[in-house]
């Protein structure tokens, strides 16, 4: 079994920072992709950044610039550093390790579950 916690969200002026950190735990052999999502009330999960095994990033267009992804293979953690918060950054942020199990085994998508991040206005 796989555990995946989330950690760090919060409430925030405009133009303010945060940091989520997520950790994974349990049965693992290997993580291939970490990342997060969110999902703002009555809209869709989206892909906000992404991070390989090797350290190859990927963001969604609305953060660029402002948000950073980073990992640690030996701790199978993730974080997400955000800077320079607008109010349509609000939403619930959620982590997501692609986890290998067992040798042979194709690696299967584990979330935690949420954490809450509100940009005051």
């Known amino acids: 079994q796989v555990q995946v916690v989330e950690s760090g969200g919060g409430l925030v002026q405009t133009g303010g920072s945060l940091r989520l950190s997520c950790a994974a735990s349990?049965?693992?052999?290997?993580?291939?992709?970490m990342g997060w999502y969110r999902q703002a009330p009555g809209k869709q999960r989206e892909l906000v950044a992404f991070?390989?095994?090797?350290?190859?990033?990927n963001y969604a267009d609305s953060v660029k610039g402002r948000f950073t992804i980073s990992r640690d293979n030996a701790k199978n953690t993730v974080s997400l550093q955000m800077n320079s918060l607008k109010p349509e950054d609000t939403a619930v942020y959620y982590c997501n390790a692609e986890v290998v199990q067992h040798v042979g085994l194709l690696a299967a998508k584990h979330w935690g579950q949420g954490t809450q991040v509100t940009v005051s206005s």
């Open positions: 991070i390989t095994s090797s350290g190859g990033t």
């Open positions: 349990g049965s693992i052999l290997s993580i291939n992709a």
